[in-house]
Structure formats: C-alpha cells, structure tokens
C-alpha cells in the first residue's frame, strides 16, 4: 500500500518484516529506547498489549512484528502522534492487529476498563516538569518532560488496566531508579528483571529496563547489563539483534 506523506513527514524502514514507519522530524522521532523497550518486552501467543504513551506507534508495530500476541493498542494524547501512528498501522496493514487510540494515560482505566490487559509497555516522559531545559516545541516537551502524566500515573493506570499476574515493562532514566521501584512496589506491581543499558563499557548507564508482576511475589533478577557502542559509530552485536538487523 502507498500513502501520501504530508507536509515534514518522512518514511522510515523499520527493518522488520518490511515494516515502515511515518515520522515528522519537527515534532518528535523514536529513539533508541523505544526499540530497546520492544526488545525487552515478553509477549505470549494470545495476549492482549497497550502501550500507553505509544508516539506514532513505534512499540505496538515492532512488538507485532516479533511477537505473537493476540492484539496490540496504543495510547496516545497527542492528536498528530496518533493519527501519524493510524496511518502507518494502516500503511502495513496491520489495521486487524494493532489499534491505535487518541487518549490521556491519565484515563486508561476509564478508556479501557480495568483488567483488560495481558501486557502493558511505556516509554514514558523521563523529566520532571520544569526541571532542567524543555524543549520550546510542544510535542517534544511532552515527549520528554512529565507535562501530560507523571511517573505515579503511568504506574497507577498500568496496574489498573492489567490482568492479574500480568506483566508491565517500562524503559527509563537510571537516576529515577528509587522512585520507580517504590511506585510499583505501591500499586501491587513487583519488580521481576531489571536490565542497566550503557552507551559504551566504560560509562555510566544512561537507560534502565524493568519488568513488573502485578500480584507477584518478592524477588527480581538483575540481567547482564546492555552496552550499546562497541566503539563511537558501531554498535554491538546485541543492539543489532535487537534492531533485527
């Protein structure tokens, strides 16, 4: 199928089953953490996912891509980021496997109901509102500063909308670390993996990957870390795994 790209759209190629996907630079691209996040994530054949916070529908098509879950929804408040995510959907005629929905994180639970979910995915916002510098563009801002919801949201609307023993996966900032296990520790969703994500073998970790059990017991395991760059310019073997490359 063709579809005519708009005023600052691009075509990118997913590398994955043929996949495409539409983005507008001057609002706001996927990154690398959406593709990690996707990586991470676990779906069992017949599950029902929502990525809340789903952009242009980045999660929700890679995941069906690699997985074989039953169906996939994605959440999204902004109106261009979802109708961008529509039109890919429909571009990879996906349109019976993913949906795509204009919404508030802040409502899923009233959007969806409760215990609808098999699976819940988020990148969400890593920034406090009003700490450090927001980007002047709105999309952007909301992309990556806590504007629209706040971590507390994400975690209490996820837990919500899961089935019992259902399973949240989460990519965020390694400084909010405390404050994230605490928030799903209080809305019932135990930390079950964890995986540090590293630009290089000799700095910080600038990423963190969680799953959660909702109703599970005590006990997470700490994965292998992921180091992104073997050297400046060249990934790693398992960043090009996961990028399916």
């Known amino acids: 199928m063709t579809i005519e790209l708009r005023q600052g759209e691009r075509l990118d190629d997913l590398q994955r089953n043929g996949y495409k996907i539409i983005q507008d630079p001057g609002r706001f ?7 990690l996040l996707s990586g991470f994530a676990q779906v069992r054949a017949g599950e029902d996912v929502l ?20 169906h996939f929804t994605g959440l999204e408040i902004q109106p261009e980021s979802a109708q ?3 039109r890919s959907v429909k571009l990879n005629g996906l349109e019976n496997e ?30 406090v509102w009003k700490s450090g510098l927001a980007n002047p563009d709105m999309a952007k801002a909301v992309a990556r500063h ?8 994400v975690v209490r609307e996820a837990s919500k909308v899961l089935r019992d023993r259902g399973r949240f996966y989460m990519v965020h900032r390694p400084f ?49 870390p992921l180091i992104v760059y073997q050297e400046k310019g060249v990934y790693t073997d398992e960043i090009y795994d996961i990028y399916g490359y």
């Open 29 to 35: 691209c996927f990154g690398m953490d959406a593709v």
């Open 84 to 86: 961008m995510a529509g």
């Open 146 to 153: 806590e504007i629209c919801c706040t971590l507390e949201d």
């Open 176 to 224: 909010r670390l405390a404050e994230i296990i605490r928030a799903l520790s209080g809305w019932k969703l135990e930390p079950k993996r964890m995986k540090l994500v590293y630009p290089y073998a000799d700095r910080e970790p600038n990423m963190v990957l969680i799953e959660a059990l909702k109703g599970g017991r005590p006990g997470m395991k700490v994965e292998k």
């Open 98 to 127: 993913i949906d795509i929905v204009e919404g508030d994180i802040k409502e899923a639970v009233r959007i969806f109901g409760t215990a609808s979910f098999d699976v819940v995915t988020c990148n969400p916002p890593y920034m």
């Open 51 to 70: 990525d809340m916070g789903t952009g242009t529908g980045i999660i929700p098509i890679l995941l069906q891509g690699k997985a074989e879950g039953r």
